[in-house]
């Protein structure tokens, strides 16, 4: 059994962890809460959970195995230095820091204490980014020449409510750190990138858009996002030498949540048949065809299922460190911001 704490009893611990830990409880145990004013949780208590408003308890718990830290982004890096201080296994929220030295020094330190720390990448799991690796090996789009990959909003509201610049909170670390992990975890480290990073609204504001292409050799991967699409783009297109993907529909597991739709329900996260993507490639014989793809079901929880493996049968890292190292394209597109 692994045991876990959290530190955090927000919208992520509830949303994007907790349940799918339960639906694990044969293998993983969720043992005690902090969080600094229970009484204004708004979440539902966890029965047999302990919360606490004294972090000490968590850290000095002997039972606890790793700490999951769910907290705001500008709390990760020193909340994290505690965890791993008190000599626990540690899960940090993406984006995991601010700076890459900042990443550094914690697994640094997780060395030198003889533990664990990971960023938390459970859109590695995304029905969409799944479907798309499934038609990518099945080899019916020849060499790969470009890939689009787009999350958009219409949320004019948000950046516009905001009036000063904050690097940990712009929309680039807020949500490239989804959508670059998936990058970096197929393809690996890039050969160049190109960075288009703005305050659509003037300089102070807050970022609100990016557009950045990673080069594989002849492959450019490009990633996009904003604030400001009345109607988004696919979430994927793909093209190779013999074809083309196209994938709509993003993954439904985060809309499931948001409607408190949870995972224990069959067709959670699952699409539709009319949400499917549509491949159109030439055969080897030169023969046209085009037809829909089954989506990959995905399922957050299997971050859990490697967090797993890795504590309790010593497997490696689902996220290896220099995957989250990584994190210096987020700081190299901020400086370059427009």
Not at 173 to 183: A, R
Not at 192 to 201: A, E, G, K, N, P
Not at 274 to 294: A, I, W
């Amino acid at each position: 059994m692994l045991t876990v704490g959290f530190i955090g009893n927000g919208k992520s611990a509830n949303r994007y962890h907790i349940p799918f830990i339960l639906q694990r409880s044969d293998k993983i145990k969720i043992k005690m809460i902090y969080t600094r004013k229970h009484s204004r949780d708004v979440w539902d208590e966890i029965p047999g959970v302990i919360y606490t408003e004294d972090l000490q308890e968590l850290l000095n718990d002997q039972e606890v195995q790793v700490i999951i830290i769910s907290t705001p982004s500008q709390s990760h890096y020193e909340l994290a230095k505690t965890v791993l201080n008190a000599g626990k296994n540690c899960v940090v929220e993406k984006p995991f820091t601010e700076t890459l030295e900042e990443a550094k020094e914690l697994y640094t330190l997780a060395k030198q204490k003889g533990v664990m720390i990971q960023c938390y990448q459970n859109r590695r799991f995304d029905s969409d980014f799944l479907t798309v690796q499934k038609v990518i090996e099945s080899g019916k789009l020849g060499d790969l020449l470009e890939l689009e990959m787009h999350f958009d909003y219409y949320r004019p509201y948000i950046p516009e409510s905001v009036h000063e610049f904050s690097q940990i909170n712009s929309y680039l670390y807020g949500h490239g750190c989804h959508t670059l992990d998936q990058v970096i975890s197929y393809f690996g480290k890039p050969d160049s990138i190109h960075y288009d990073v703005r305050q659509l609204l003037g300089v102070g504001r807050m970022n609100d858009y990016f557009d950045l292409d990673l080069y594989y050799g002849t492959l450019k991967v490009s990633v996009k996002s904003s604030y400001f699409r009345a109607k988004e783009r696919p979430s994927f297109i793909i093209y190779g030498k013999k074809g083309m993907f196209v994938k709509e529909k993003k993954d439904k597991q985060e809309e499931h949540l948001k409607m408190f739709y949870m995972p224990d329900h069959e067709d959670f996260g699952v699409d539709l048949p009319h949400e499917y993507g549509t491949l159109t490639y030439y055969d080897d014989n030169n023969q046209y065809h085009e037809e829909k793809v089954v989506s990959v079901n995905g399922d957050y929880g299997r971050y859990y299922d490697a967090l797993y493996e890795t504590l309790i049968n010593g497997k490696e890292k689902l996220v290896k460190d220099e995957e989250t190292l990584l994190l210096r394209i987020l700081e190299e597109g901020i400086q370059g911001m427009k």
